[in-house]
């Protein structure tokens, strides 16, 4: 069972930044490849990005460009540096972790989640 907390969530001004962290419990974190999803009220779950087990990077196209996930093995940790923040990306924001090498972007496919972190992007 691997056990994510995120942290870093938080109130920021449009055109800010915040960096959300997602520590993991477990020690073969590397073995996992690991995503980014956010909701906000009343939509449904939404693919941010994704990092592979060897780095290889997905984004929606919302976010291309402006959000770069990366991840520290050594420390058991993803992160998601978010630029350019404008108030459509205000959601709660959860990391998950896929024991799978295929690629998804379906919130269902991923194994773990951690309990979310409120993002609040203000006009």
């Known amino acids: 069972q691997v056990q994510l907390v995120e942290s870093g969530g938080g109130l920021v001004q449009a055109g800010g930044s915040l960096r959300l962290s997602c520590a993991a419990s477990e020690r073969t974190f590397s073995s996992y490849a690991m995503g980014w999803f956010r909701q906000a009220p009343g939509k449904e779950r939404e693919f941010v990005a994704r990092i592979s087990r060897g780095g290889s990077t997905y984004y929606s196209d919302s976010v291309k460009g402006r959000f770069t996930i990366s991840r520290d093995n050594a420390k058991n940790t993803v992160y998601l540096q978010m630029n350019s923040m404008k108030p459509e990306d205000t959601a709660v924001y959860y990391c998950?972790?896929?024991?799978?090498?295929?690629?998804?972007?379906?919130?269902?496919?991923?194994?773990?989640w951690g309990q979310g972190t409120q993002v609040t992007v203000s006009s």
């Open positions: 998950a972790a896929d024991r799978s090498v295929v690629v998804s972007r379906s919130p269902n496919e991923y194994d773990y």
